[in-house]
C-alpha cells in the first residue's frame, strides 16, 4: 500500500509540475490528465479514497481546461465512486457539479445518461434525499423509454407514483406518472399487459378519465389519432410523450397494413 501511496504523489507531482510548465494551452493540460489518472489509479490500488476522489477532481479540471467535457464528466463520476466509499454526501455533490447526466443528454448518450442517473438516485437514497433521488429515477425512466426500453420505464414510472402517493405535496403529480407508465404498455403492444396496467392504475383511485385516455382500438389508427387529439386538447402533450405516441401509431397501422395483405 505504501509503495501505491508514493507512486500516486508522484504522477502528481508530475502533474503538477507539468501545468506550471511551458507547453501549448492544451496538450500541457492533456498531459496534466494523463498523470492525474495515474495517480487516482494508484490512490485506489491502495484504498486511499479520498486522495483518489480529490485527484480525480482535479483530473477533471484539467479535461474542462482542454475543453473534454465528457472525459471531465467520467473524471467526476470516478470521483464520486470514491467518495461514496467515504462519503455519500461529497459523492453527490461531485455529479452535481458534473451535472453528467445533462450533459450526456445532450450528446444523445442515453445509456450513460441512464448509468450517472441511476447512480445519483441511488446516492441521494442513501442520503434520505427520496424527492431528488426520485427526480434522478424518473430521467432513468425517461431515457429508458425513448432507446426502446419500454418494461424498464415503465415499472419505474409505476414506483415513483407509487412514491408520489405517499406524500401529500407529490400525490397529485402521481397521475401524470402513471400516464407516463400507460404509454410505456402502449409501446410494448400488448393489449394484455395493458388492460392488466389500467386494472392497477384504476385501483389508485385517480380520475376516471384517465382509463379512457389510454384505452384504444388497437386495430384502428385513425380511432387512435383521434383520442391522442381530443387528449391533447385538454392536456398538452410534451415532446416525451408526442414521440412515444408517434410510435404506438406506427405499430397500429403496421399491424393494418400486416392484416391487409392477409386479405
Known sequence: MGYDVAKGEEFERKAEKKIKGWGMFGSKYEDAADLYQKAANSY???????????????LASCNLKSDSKHEAATAYV???????????????SCLDQA???????????MDQAITYFERAADLYQIEEANTLSSQCRQKVAEFSAQIGKYHIAGEIYEQVAGYALSNNLLKYGARGHL???????????????????????????????????????EEDAAKFTIAVKEFDSITKLDAWKTTLLRRV???IKAKELEEDDLT
Open 44 to 58: 485506489k490500488l491502495s484504498k486511499s479514497w479520498d486522495r483518489a476522489a480529490s485527484t480525480y477532481i482535479k
Open 99 to 109: 451535472d453528467i447526466g445533462d450533459l450526456c443528454e445532450q450528446e444523445k448518450d
Open 249 to 251: 401509431k406506427e405499430h
Open 179 to 217: 400516464l407516463n407508465a400507460g404509454i410505456c404498455q402502449l409501446c410494448k403492444g400488448d393489449i394484455i399487459a395493458i388492460n392488466n396496467a389500467l386494472e392497477r392504475y384504476q385501483a389508485s383511485d385517480l380520475d376516471p378519465t384517465f382509463s379512457r385516455t389510454l384505452a384504444f382500438d
Open 78 to 92: 470516478d470521483s464520486a465512486n470514491c467518495y461514496k466509499k467515504i462519503s455519500p454526501k461529497q459523492a453527490i
